[in-house]
C-alpha cells in the first residue's frame, strides 16, 4: 500500500509542472484554442482529446449556468462545461468551429467548450516565460505562464489547476 501512495505522490509531482517536456528534450507541445476571442495555449498531456458538441446533453438541475450538461462519450460520463462562461466572458457561441475539449485528469472527468481549436504548436522549453500576460477573461488563477507565438505571448493555461479549483470543482450555483 505505501508503494501505491508513493507511485501516485511521484505521478503527481510529474504532472504537476503544466510546461514540463512532453516530446523532444528541450520541446513543449501544447494544444492552440481560442476563448472569447483570445489565444491560450493547454499542455498537450493535459488534453485526452478534442470533439465536437456531444449531442444529447443532459442539463443537471441546480447545476451553475456555465455546466451545459453531461453527455455520454464512449461510454463515459462526461461533464461538459462552458469555459468562456465560467470566467465571465458570456456563452460560447455554438458554431461550426466550437470544439470541447476532453481534459487529461485522473480523477475529475470535463469537457471544455472553447471556441476554437487551432492544433498543435511546437516550442523550444527555453522560450517559457513565467509571467502571464494581460487577458481580457478573468482567467490568471490558472495561467502558468506564456511562450511567443507569432509576435505574441500566449498564455499557458493549467488544466490541472483549474479542474482542481474549488471554484469550478463545486460546480454549484
Known amino acids: 500500500m505505501t508503494l501505491l501512495v508513493e507511485l501516485e505522490r511521484r505521478v503527481r509531482a510529474a504532472t504537476a509542472a503544466p510546461v514540463a517536456p512532453t516530446g523532444a528534450a528541450d520541446e513543449w507541445i501544447g494544444v492552440a484554442v481560442r476563448i472569447g476571442g483570445e489565444p491560450y495555449l493547454f499542455a498537450r ?3 485526452r482529446e478534442v470533439l465536437g458538441l456531444p449531442a444529447p446533453l443532459t442539463r443537471v438541475p441546480g447545476a451553475s449556468q456555465w455546466i451545459m450538461g453531461i453527455a455520454n462519450v464512449r461510454g463515459q460520463v462526461l461533464p461538459i462545461v462552458d469555459l468562456r462562461r465560467f470566467l465571465g466572458a458570456g456563452s460560447t457561441p455554438l458554431t461550426r468551429n466550437a470544439r470541447v475539449v ?3 485528469h485522473r480523477d475529475i472527468p470535463a469537457g471544455l467548450l472553447v471556441d476554437d ?3 498543435f ?5 527555453h522560450g517559457f516565460d513565467g509571467t502571464v500576460p494581460p487577458t481580457t477573461l478573468a482567467s490568471a488563477p490558472w495561467l502558468a505562464g506564456s511562450f511567443n507565438l ?6 499557458v493555461m493549467s488544466l490541472r489547476k483549474l479542474l482542481e479549483d ?3 470543482s463545486g460546480g454549484a450555483p
Open 121 to 125: 504548436r511546437r516550442f523550444q522549453e
Open 45 to 47: 498531456d493535459e488534453v
Open 117 to 119: 481549436v487551432q492544433g
Open 102 to 104: 476532453a481534459v487529461n
Open 166 to 168: 474549488p471554484a469550478f
Open 150 to 155: 507569432g509576435n505574441e505571448r500566449v498564455p
